[in-house]
Nanobody, 122 residues
Framework: QVQLVESGGGLVQAGGSLRLSCAAS????????MAWFRQAPGKERELVAA????????RYADSVKGRFTISRDNAKNTVDLQMNTLKPEDTAVYYC???????????????WGQGTQVTVSS
């Protein structure tokens, strides 16, 4: 079992930056692929970015490529999402997730955090 706790959400103006962080409770963090998903009101939850166990392989949604960067620190059991040049359409609840495989599919991640709100004003 892996417990995930997100932090770093908030309100920011368009063009600004935020850094989200996710801390995992499990002592053994490295077996898991980590990912960030987001869900805007009235929309389905979608993948934002994912990172492999060792951090050498990543996946990004087309809408965030070049603006967001996912990274992980296996020594600290954390995964971060640096979000730059934020747009109003980035407004959503952002969720941290953990799973056994690097995947863009929501169902591939059995462990989820509670989410953190990101609001981008125009």
């Amino acid at each position: 079992q892996v417990q995930l706790v997100e932090s770093g959400g908030g309100l920011v103006q368009a063009g600004g930056s935020l850094r989200l962080s996710c801390a995992a409770s499990r002592r053994t963090f490295t077996p898991y692929t980590m990912a960030w998903f987001r869900q805007a009101p009235g929309k389905e939850r979608e993948l934002v970015a994912a990172i492999s166990r060792t951090g050498d392989n990543t996946r990004y949604a087309d809408s965030v490529k070049g603006r967001f960067t996912i990274s992980r620190d296996n020594a600290k059991n954390t995964v971060d999402l640096q979000m730059n040049t934020l747009k109003p359409e980035d407004t959503a609840v952002y969720y941290c997730a953990a799973g056994p495989l690097l995947s863009t599919i929501l169902g591939a991640y059995p462990y989820w955090g509670q989410g953190t709100q990101v609001t981008v004003s125009s």
